[in-house]
């Protein structure tokens, strides 16, 4: 059943499942999804007061989520079209050529290619790539701040998730979406070290908000840097 309590200019819509369970649960998904678990016995207007008390959380953790949620619009991998790389800015230039390259020279990110049609699948190789060696030497500096607590992740792992920059398996595998290359090195180191907080404290309480501000002080800068440069 899905139902809506509005909070000031702000509709909440939310899934309600009826089950046997004693108590009422709110859970917000990394989708940004609210799902809520009641009693049977529970009446649809004690669900609304309860939401109502919870809804500053609720928005808290919408925000939170939608932060690893890639907003960058398609490209059209066309001359003159901007790019992200890094946090920075360059201007897609496509160059005929026999040999295949992609590499950034002065403001451009020259394409070489005989065929152009071909342009969207080298830069995403390229991207690709880079996300590789740049994640693998951010993830080393800062797996070391863990070695205190005696957590380690499993593996990186790259992988295109359409609505995450980055997530962690309960056997500790920390897995990144590649379009974080686009981001400036804090964004990337931030949302490394949020899965790293995971392996110590799996849900977002307090003291995995303070574990993450004692790893990284300035990670609030570089989550909202985040969610500007790509949204």
Not at 41 to 66: G, R
Not at 113 to 119: A, G, I, L
């Amino acid at each position: 059943m899905k139902d809506y309590i509005q909070f000031g200019s702000k509709k909440i819509k939310y899934q309600l499942e009826y089950s046997g369970r004693k108590s009422l649960g709110i859970t917000v998904k990394p989708d940004l999804k609210v799902i809520v678990k009641a009693p049977e016995n529970v009446l649809p207007e004690q669900i609304k007061e309860k939401l109502l008390k919870k809804a500053p959380w609720i928005l808290k953790q919408q925000s939170f989520f939608l932060t690893y949620h890639p907003k960058t619009p398609p490209k059209k991998f066309i001359g003159g079209e901007t790019h992200l790389y890094l946090g920075r800015q360059y201007i897609l230039k496509i160059l005929k050529s026999k040999e295949e390259l992609v590499h950034i020279n002065g403001n451009f990110l020259e394409v070489k290619t005989r065929d152009r049609t071909r342009t969207r699948l080298l830069v995403t190789e390229w991207y690709l790539q880079n996300a590789r060696i740049k994640f693998e030497n951010i993830s080393k500096r800062a797996i070391e701040k863990f070695k205190k607590y005696k957590v380690k992740p499993d593996s990186i792992v790259i992988r295109y998730m359409p609505t995450r920059w980055g997530s962690c398996t309960p056997k500790g595998k920390i897995i990144l979406n590649p379009e974080l290359i686009k981001a400036p090195r804090g964004c990337i180191e931030y949302v490394i070290v949020h899965e790293l907080c995971h392996l110590v404290h799996l849900d977002h309480t307090q003291k995995f908000i303070d574990l993450q501000t004692k790893v990284m002080p300035d990670w609030e800068k570089w989550k909202m840097r985040l969610e500007r440069i790509l949204a």
